[in-house]
């Protein structure tokens, strides 16, 4: 009986038209347990022919590259493949590509000087449903967002949120993945999967970034005491 996609290997292809930065890359994931680099690729429109041609759950696609560029290989990618997640890996720390790699799909922005055991934590996120900002990146959106709206009053007590679900919420405000709230909280990641869930019904929002989104506008980012 074959895998069930959550049994087997996050397959990765690794996107970027500089062969030493793509060899990198790949190098320091393929000790990762759990994770496989399929392919490499050096421009957005071999990404996008493997992706059609494969099986790929997660592409690590540069910005910059020849032929086709990440923003439009990541809407391509998308397109083609809904249940491939691209986790955009770059050099430039610009609103104008972080703008345009979210409005093309793209479920997390990280900066190349990301360290390793990070960039492998925000595959499994992405590969999980959720989403992964670098620090920088992630401030500004939050003030874009939040910028002149006051919180509101009582708004723990709005939400009704369980204080379970609350400590949940105050480790989502710090960008902890399933896997790192599990490991602190004690409990299964299937079980934070389900308070996430609760906490994005109770928000009413779609994704972990808007639920760091409303938890600002809320007032609720700083915990709960």
């Known amino acids: 009986m074959p895998p ?3 049994d087997r290997e996050i397959r990765i292809i690794v996107v970027d038209d500089d062969p030493i930065v793509r060899d990198a890359i790949a190098s320091a994931l393929r000790d990762a347990p759990g994770i496989e680099v399929v392919a490499m690729a050096e421009n957005g429109a071999d990404a996008v022919s493997i992706v059609h041609e494969r099986t790929v759950d997660v592409v690590l696609m540069d910005v910059q590259m020849p032929v ?7 809407r391509r990618v998308r397109e083609i493949s809904p249940a ?4 955009i890996l770059t050099t430039f720390d610009d609103d104008t590509f972080l703008d345009g790699a979210l409005a093309a799909g793209a479920s997390g ?5 990301t360290p390793p055991a990070e960039l492998i934590t925000a595959i499994r996120t992405i590969h999980e449903g959720g989403k992964v900002l670098s620090p920088g990146p992630t401030s500004r959106i939050l003030d874009r967002y939040i910028s002149g709206q006051p919180p509101k009053t009582n708004a723990a007590e709005e939400l009704d949120l369980s204080e379970r679900e609350k400590e949940v919420l105050e480790l989502l405000c710090q960008a902890r993945s399933n896997y790192q709230i599990a490991r602190r909280l004690n409990v299964a990641e299937t079980t934070v999967k389900t308070h996430v869930s609760a906490i994005m019904r109770k928000m009413k929002v779609a994704s972990r ?7 600002h506008r809320r007032g609720l980012s700083n915990g709960f005491s």
């Open 209 to 215: 970034l808007e639920i760091v989104v409303e938890a």
């Open 84 to 87: 491939t997640s691209v986790l």
């Open 4 to 6: 069930s996609a959550t």
């Open 109 to 113: 922005f990280l900066l190349k000087t």
């Open 68 to 74: 086709l560029d990440g923003v439009t290989a990541t």
